[in-house]
């Protein structure tokens, strides 16, 4: 009787291990896959969302600038995929 306790408790830490390895392999995936995004990605996957975009030369890059921050909000949106962005939008 003790000695199955012993076997079974043994399963469910090799389970165990195996679950959490697999939830640190996924979100690691995720996160290389956000990373992997380009600007132009992000802007088709995250800007078209609420409204027509505007064409990057609609404006100058110092508003570009400052509509990347006020549309970093509403898209939430992280730092770096807000300069990826806006530097699609400026180039
Ligand atoms: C959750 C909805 C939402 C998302 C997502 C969003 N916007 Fe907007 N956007 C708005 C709203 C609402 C307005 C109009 C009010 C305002 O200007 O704040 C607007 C206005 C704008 C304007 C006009 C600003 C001006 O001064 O005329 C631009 C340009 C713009 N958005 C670009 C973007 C870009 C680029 C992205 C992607 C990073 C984006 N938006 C994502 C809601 C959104």
Known sequence: MRHNNI????????AGTGIVFSILANSCA?????AGKTGVQLWAENC???????SPNTFS??????IGMHMQT????T???R???VAFLNQ
């Open 7 to 14: 076997k079974s408790l043994t399963w469910i830490i090799i």
């Open 30 to 34: 995720e996160s290389q896959k956000v």
């Open 48 to 54: 078209q969302r609420c409204h027509n975009t505007p």
């Open 61 to 66: 890059h110092d508003q570009w600038v400052t």
């Open 74 to 77: 509403r898209a939430q949106l």
């Open 79 to 81: 730092d770096k995929e």
């Open 83 to 85: 300069d990826k962005i």
